[in-house]
Nanobody
């Protein structure tokens, strides 16, 4: 069973760095591709980034490319999202998700994921 818990959110200044973490308490973390999505107030949930099971390939939304970095540590059952050069429009609830998809292009779809965390709020102050 996959159980995801995000952490690391909060109120931060634009331009500061922040790292989100998502830990899986189960024993099958390395079998899943992992993704990060976000949802701003009044907007639909959108794809942010994804990483395949081995960590050998990643995918980013154009809006965060070059600013955010996704990584995973399968020994710690944890996926990370390093957020640099953040902007006010990055303010949202960030969710991590686990899915069985194997190819990076597929992982941009929320329907590719069967397990979701509860979300962590990130508020960027300019």
């Amino acid at each position: 069973q996959v159980q995801l818990v995000e952490s690391g959110g909060g109120l931060v200044q634009a331009g500061d760095s922040l790292r989100l973490s998502c830990a899986d308490s189960g024993r099958t973390f390395s079998e899943y591709a992992m993704g990060w999505f976000r949802q701003a107030p009044g907007k639909e949930r959108e794809f942010v980034s994804a990483i395949i099971r081995s960590g050998g390939a990643t995918k980013y939304a154009d809006s965060v490319k070059g600013r955010f970095t996704i990584s995973r540590d399968n020994a710690k059952n944890t996926v990370y999202l390093e957020m640099n050069s953040r902007k006010a429009e990055d303010t949202a609830v960030y969710y991590c998700a686990a899915g069985r998809g194997k190819l990076a292009p597929v992982l941009v779809l929320a329907t590719s994921y069967g397990y979701w965390g509860q979300g962590t709020q990130v508020t960027v102050s300019s």
